[in-house]
């Protein structure tokens, strides 16, 4: 059984489109997602430094694009088993699963992304992974500085949001044995800091065409297989101030008895996770086209009985 996952904020690099676009049907692509929701996504992908890029603004819906581009290049043209997005990818997980369009789909990111940037803008937050250390004694902590556990990633790895001086104070008082790393994003997302951004984007939401999803789709929010197109519009709605539980999502698919998992790109974090956290299962990150011929093989290998590949 095959799942498709698709990676969440801070997964892009400056350039990392250019490979891609080398292909015309990509470039042509992603230039009618530019037009529809009004960004250069060529020039974020190709020429952008990391402070463009990690503008919230810019870098959801580059993202999101990068992750659909993925899957046309992979010409996967019957059914799928699984599909789950972290945090932003949700919205490519809900594409790839039919339960709106991609041209949807780039819609509502820009207006995530433009909605959580005018939160962002209104506080001093951000986030800092925590690697490593005794689990409940880094959630003690994060709670006991006013932070919030925004993103429980499995594998020793908890993502702290909130207050630039908290973030600060629990690099200071971290266990020896874990690690605080800074994460390159602009805000607290999946806090009560984005709350502002809620009600703008469900009466977004509202006016766009849904679906119930042909293939499993996995919820961030509590790890639950989701079959109702309303409500997994609902979920990601509600998602952008509510904590990510990727560990839960890796346990459903667990559950699934999934034997492998292709990222989609900017590919590479949610494999590391998944690495540590799912042993046995195999695993592809389509970082660029070179990796398409593998990822085609992985398919064919792992997907059900009805799904291909074309090149």
Known sequence: MLAIVAPGQGSQT???LNPWLEDSALK???ASYSEVIGLNLGHLGTESGPDEIRDTANAQPL???AGL???KALGVSAR???TTGHSVGELTAASIAGVMSNLDAMKLVRERGLAMAVAAAHSTTGMSAVLGGDRDEILTLIARL?????NDNGSGQIVAAGDLVALTALADSIPSNARVRALAVSGAFHTHFMAPAVGHLSEFAAGIKV???AITIISNKDGANVTDGREVMDRIVAQIANPVRWDLCMATMISHGVTAVLELPPAGTLVGLIKRSMPGVETLALKSPDDLDAARDLIARHAGPTAKATP
């Open 211 to 213: 679906s119930d999803p």
């Open 14 to 16: 400056p350039g990392f």
């Open 63 to 65: 993202i999101v694009a």
């Open 80 to 82: 799928l088993d699984v």
């Open 146 to 150: 006013g932070l919030v556990a925004a």
């Open 28 to 30: 042509d692509a992603l």
């Open 69 to 71: 581009l993925g899957m």
